[in-house]
């Protein structure tokens, strides 16, 4: 059941497993007790699973991923780059702000259903904001498609893969930072190819046309011209090969 959970059958017996809602839904019995244990999961930034066994509440299941070690140091520098750094997730709020406090992020956005993601993506876009999403599940693919740029992990599954713009090789969030260092250093490398290219053509033009000589100066020789033109263009792909020593992290 998307977004709510699963029910089997386990030798005749009706086995769900889901959140609060999922359960609530389906008349299980003792709520109430079970919110209690699940309240302190959440709080220690698990994922709490509920599970009934014949209508029944049967147990309660913490569940957490662990935290890849590099993720406070990348939001930090994120941060310090004047990036705004935001979780987006389908936990509850108290779970998702444990964890994003241990991880140094300010912003959450919770109990988004898999379907919904692209519509948050949206509403942030809607505030004027530039939007980059960084995901590598199947529910994170529409999200992909939709945000400015959508930067895929190399290890997630096909679909989330094909849906980014940008395809992280490495399973390590440095490799974020390095894809921003590099979109930086291409967007510097352009701006300075446009300067020399209009520069060499704004000193070089006019001095063809014969405007020194005008003021009784020499004429530019058609060879020196095309020598400059060639000059030119060797600057500019020179400075563009400048990137192929770009180290990433």
Do not use: C
């Not at 400015?148 to 094909?162: C, K, P, R, T």
């Not at 020598?227 to 990137?243: C, E, I, K």
Request: no cysteine; hydrophobic share 50%.
């Amino acid at each position: 059941m998307a977004g709510r959970g699963i029910l089997t059958t386990v030798d005749g017996r009706a086995v769900r497993i889901g959140n609060r809602e999922f359960m609530a839904e389906n008349g299980v019995e003792n709520i109430k007790e079970a919110e209690k244990r699940a309240a302190g999961m959440s709080e220690q930034g698990m994922t709490a699973l509920y599970m009934a066994v014949d209508g029944a509440m049967a147990a309660v299941l913490g569940i957490a991923d662990r935290m890849r070690d590099e993720t406070p140091g990348v939001v930090s520098e994120l941060t310090d780059r004047g990036l705004a750094v935001i979780m987006l997730t389908g936990d509850n709020e108290v779970t998702a702000r444990a964890v994003a406090s241990s991880a140094g992020i300010s912003g959450v956005i919770a109990q988004v259903m898999p379907d919904r993601k692209a519509e948050e993506i949206e509403k942030l876009q809607q505030k004027g904001l530039k939007v980059a999403m960084v995901g590598d599940g199947i529910n994170d693919a529409p999200a992909l498609a939709r945000a400015d740029i959508g930067m895929a992990m190399g290890s997630g599954i096909d679909v989330a893969v094909e849906s980014g713009d940008v395809v992280l090789m490495k399973s390590d969030l440095r490799a974020m930072l390095t894809a921003f260092d590099l979109s930086l250093a291409t967007m510097r490398n352009i701006k300075q190819n446009l300067f020399w290219a209009f520069a060499f053509n704004t000193i070089g033009i006019p001095i063809a046309a014969g405007v020194l000589h005008i003021f009784g100066g020499p004429t530019l020789n058609p060879m020196i011209a095309g020598t400059a033109m060639a000059l030119s263009s060797v600057t500019v792909v020179s400075n563009a090969l400048r990137l192929r020593f770009f180290s990433g992290r």
